[in-house]
Structures are given as C-alpha cells and as structure tokens.
C-alpha cells in the first residue's frame, strides 16, 4: 500500500512539472533561451554561444551565467530539439526526482537518529517509528509546493540546487557507511557549486555543517577516506572560485548590497554634520558598511515574513512566478511551529539541526544582494529544508493531539488535514495553471519568441528587420528561433565585445549590433519610416499611431505585447493582423 501511495506522489509530481511545460510558465525569458542555445551550441561546437571551449562559466548577455544547465538541456535538446519544451525539460525532470531524493534524505536522516522522541503525555509520536510517515509527508509536500512547482517549470538553473543539494547529504549520510558513496557525495557537492550563484554560497557552508555535526563519525574513517573526499570538493571549490575572476564578479558587484552604499552613507553623513555632529562621529555611524548591514538584515529577515512566505511571495514574475501568492500554503503555518516544538523535545538532535541550519543559512545570498523585493530564485536553496522540517512539524502536532484531545478528534485529524491540504493544492493549481497566463505573460516576456518565430518565416523577402531593444536581448530570440548555426554566430558575435570596451554590464546596452540581416537598436521614428524594404519590431508605445502595423502579439488581457510594422512614407494606420 505504501509503495502504491508513493507511487501516485511521484506520478502527481511528474504530471505538475510536465504537464503543458511548452506552453505554462506562458512566455519564454532571455535566460531561457540563452541556456536552450548555448546546449545547442555546446552539442554542435563543443563551444558556448561566444565560443568559448567547455567553459565553467557561461558569459551569455554579459552577466556570467554559471553552465551546468546548459550541459544539463544538451541531451534533451539533441533529442528533441532547439524549442522551449526541450529546454524546460531537465529542470521538470529534476525537480521530479528532487521528490524521490527527499524521501530518501528523510529516511536516511531518520535511521541516523538513536533514540526516539517522547511519546509521554507531553506529548510526541516516535519519530522513529513514524519515520516513512516523515519521509512521505515530506514527499507530498514538495509535489504540491507552490514555489517547487514554479520554478521546477521553466528552465531556471536555480532550482537545480533543490535536487543536487539534498542528493548530496543523502549521499554523505550514506557515505558514513559506504565510503565509495562519500567520494560520490563530494563530487555532487561539487557539481552544485556550477548551478546557481545561490548554491556556491550555501553548499560550502552545509558541508561544513555536516563535517561538525558528524565528526565523530567522520574521524572512525580511515585517513584516505577523509582526504579524496575534501581534495574533490576543494578543487571544485577553487574552480568555482576562479569562475569569479572570470567575470563574475561584475555581475555580483552590480547586485551587491554594497552597490550605492556610499552614497546612501555619504547622504545621512552630511545631515548628520549639518544638525551639529563631529564629522568623525558621523563617519562612524554612517559609512557603507553600517548601510549594507543594514540592508542584509533587513533582508534576512524579510525572507521569514508572513508577506513572504504566506501572502505577497515573489517581487518578479520573470521566474514564472505567481504576484499576490505567497510561496507556502497557509496551513503549513501552523507546522512550523509543530517544527520547533519537535526541535525543542528530541533528545536526537543531529538531524533536526542540520535541517534547522539549512534554512537559516538558505537566504544569506539573496540577502546580500539587492533587486525589486523577495528574489524567490535565489532563496530556493531553503527547498526541501523547509518541507523536510514541515513534515517533523505535521507529526509533531499530531503526536501532541493524539495525547490531549479526544479519540474522535485524533482519528479526525487525518481525514480533515487532508481534506484541508487538497482544497489549497486544488486554489493553487487553478490559479496557476489557470490564471496565471493572464498575470505572468508581461513579466515572462511573452512575445518575444514568438514574433522572432514569425519572422523566420515573413521576413524571408526583406532586407534588414531591426528590432527594438526594448524587447529585452532580443538578439537570443533570433538566434533560438532560426536556430542559427552556432559556428556562424560565434564568428559575428566577436563584434559584440566592444560591450567590455564600453564597460556595459549587457549586450543590449550596446547603441547597436547586428546578427545577420538582423539589427538590434532602439526604434527612429519617424528617421525609420523611409526603410520600405525593412520590418520594424517593437513594442506599440514606441511607435506613433498613424504606422503600418503588419502583425501584433498580444497578451491574453488584450494588451500589446510586441508589433511588426512596415515602414512606409506615407502616413496612415493600417492593421492586417
């Protein structure tokens, strides 16, 4: 029967993640494309998109995107194709089996634990013996996780971190037993160093974590089963590390906390001396560093807020995110306080804790850096942490209602917490898979694939088709889209390099470049209108109204997404679409 229920959890947690994956999240992201080419691009040319041979770093728009899911989308991307369902794929897959790894770090973490909690009056089941009920609790949570489901649906490479992170305790627990696994577990960690900016932060920190709270363990080993480990780990480490000299350090100073902190510190430095302070004092008080803490914790904290666990969640839908959603269930609300209560009452503390310090460590990256609000992308490294400690929480609470209320409320519980637990799952499904192509298309950039599709086929007959950088890289679109010959692309992207010259932060913050007849500019008009033999591609507010538009992509709310238009000399207003 058990096998039989886990075996309905990963089938749901299959279908979630794939189910109209081409199609929801609606739109398709820059990122997206620009990881969906450069697999492409790797499988043909053993070469990213700039040419670069096997990189550790993608260099991508110019903001040195990390490259394991580009090696990750290769495969699908030979099997299927350069489109958006390949592309999607691995990340659908993973966050898919990411269920499966949980369950097991659960029950490993369980067998791992030497005594059991109480089941006094006080009241708590035995975590022991309800240990598959942990682990399958856990499982479920994660399937039906709103943030898990969100960004396991797109090609995000910081959702990565949710499969290959968990795989890798599970393997050093395992590890501890069976050293081979421990040289495995190493090599996991470290490939989680390559997924996302988040997990470069993270995973060092919880591998330390895991080193003190199993050390006695960890000591019993034979010297050669301590060293191969950490000198595998340590390259990849120092690999990570030089991936930062690379060029990813601008992109991380760009987004930093420290970014603007002086002259945030020099403004409060001023008033402070102009109502009376010694500018020595003032300097103490007000410097970049009293700023970026500030920000930090303000920060911090805000990623264990109500509004963003519970109500508003995300700041951005570019992640294919819900707006106004929070990235819990509300009725997960009262599990984390069964969490803490089961933290406070076991004996065995050692897998509570690493779960407990995998949270609080979870959020620091994306604390350290600034943005529009809550960056769900670089928090999910707290995932499954905060399932696995939910589920704890869940058993915890029933352990204490089942010695303090009623036999007919405790036989109720279960009954009634499912019933609970579908009614949300069933709101959050509609709302996604629903209403979120009327939210989430504008900030998914909907249109954009779509109309450099349409113009590998309408545009055939014109001699040059400029198009508005407005459209956010839309250099990658035409490439993804006419899947244009990574050798080709590789050679005219040289010319695009002058960005660093310039000291631009982005390709598209070039004045002008060019892929083919294609070229990338802002929309002149009415300096455009005399290039009759061109298309223009933009957005409507850039045009005036009197144009020639020949198509128009629309969002499902009506509003215009992207235009073509014919210039002409004439001026008059003529729609074919």
């Not at 996302?196 to 974590?209: C, D, G, K, M």
């Amino acid at each position: 029967m058990r096998k039989l229920l886990f075996g309905v959890i990963l089938s749901s947690a299959f279908l979630l993640r794939v189910f109209a994956l081409d199609v929801i999240p609606v739109g398709f992201t820059p990122d997206e494309a620009s990881f969906g080419y450069d697999a492409y691009s790797l499988l043909k040319t053993a070469k990213d998109q700039w040419g670069h041979s096997f990189p550790l770093v993608l260099e991508s728009f110019g903001d040195f995107k990390l490259p394991a899911y580009a090696y990750l989308s290769a495969p699908s991307v030979a099997m299927f194709g350069l489109n958006k369902f390949a592309v999607r794929l691995p990340n659908a897959l993973l966050g898919t089996f990411a269920v499966y790894i949980t369950y097991l770090l659960v029950l490993e973490l369980q067998n791992s634990m030497r005594n059991k909690l109480s089941t006094s009056k006080a009241g708590q089941a035995s975590l022991i013996a309800g240990k598959k009920s942990i682990a399958i609790i856990s499982a479920v949570l994660l399937t039906i996780s709103p943030w898990h489901i969100m960004m396991s649906r797109g090609a995000f490479e910081a959702n990565l971190t949710t499969f290959f992170l968990p795989l890798g305790i599970l393997l050093f627990l395992k590890g501890l037993k069976k050293v081979n696994l421990l040289y495995l577990s190493a090599l996991v960690f470290g490939f989680n160093l390559f997924t996302y900016h988040s997990a470069r932060f993270v995973t060092p920190l919880l591998v330390l974590i895991l080193v003190v709270v199993y050390w006695n363990k960890i000591n019993k080993l034979s010297l050669k089963s301590k060293i191969i480990p950490s000198f595998l780990f340590g390259m990849f480490c120092i690999l990570s590390a030089y991936t930062l000299f690379i060029g990813g350090a601008a992109r991380a100073k760009d987004i930093s906390i420290f970014s603007g902190a002086l002259n945030e510190a020099s403004d409060k430095r001023i008033i402070a001396i102009y109502q009376g302070m010694s500018p020595t004092v003032a300097r103490i008080f007000h410097n970049k560093y009293e700023v970026a803490a500030k920000r930090f914790l303000n920060n911090y904290t805000s990623y264990f807020s109500q509004k963003f666990l519970f109500v508003d969640g995300p700041a951005e839908t570019t992640y294919g995110m819900i707006p106004g959603r929070g990235v819990l269930y509300w009725f997960e609300l009262p599990l984390i306080f069964g969490f803490l209560y089961a933290l406070f009452k076991q004996k065995e503390k050692n897998p509570l804790l690493i779960i407990l310090f995998w949270i609080l460590i979870a959020p620091i990256p994306a604390a350290l850096t600034t943005g529009k609000g809550f960056a769900a992308n670089r928090a999910v490294v707290s995932l499954p942490a905060i399932q696995i400690a939910l589920a704890y929480g869940a058993l915890a609470l029933y352990g204490f209602i089942k010695h303090n209320l009623p036999r007919t409320l405790t036989r109720l519980t279960p009954v009634l917490g499912t019933v609970i637990v579908l009614l949300f799952t069933v709101s959050f499904l509609e709302d996604y898979f629903l209403l979120s192509p009327y939210k989430s298309a504008e900030g998914m950039l909907y249109g954009n694939l779509e109309v450099a599709s349409w113009l590998k086929e309408n545009s055939q007959d014109k001699e040059q088709v400029v198009v508005s950088k407005r459209l956010s890289e839309p250099h990658i679109y035409i490439a993804f889209a006419n899947v244009w010959d990574p050798k080709e692309y590789q050679r005219e992207i040289q010319a695009w390099k002058i960005y660093k010259d310039q000291r631009l932060l982005f390709i598209d913050q070039l004045e002008e470049y060019k892929l083919g007849k294609y070229t990338f500019r802002s929309i002149k008009y009415p300096a455009d209108q005399t290039m009759s033999k061109s298309l223009l591609v933009g957005k409507l507010e850039e045009f005036p109204k009197d144009v020639f538009v020949i198509k128009q992509f629309s969002y499902l709310t009506g509003k215009p997404a992207v235009i073509v238009v014919q210039p002409t000399s004439e001026a008059y207003a003529q729609k074919t679409f």
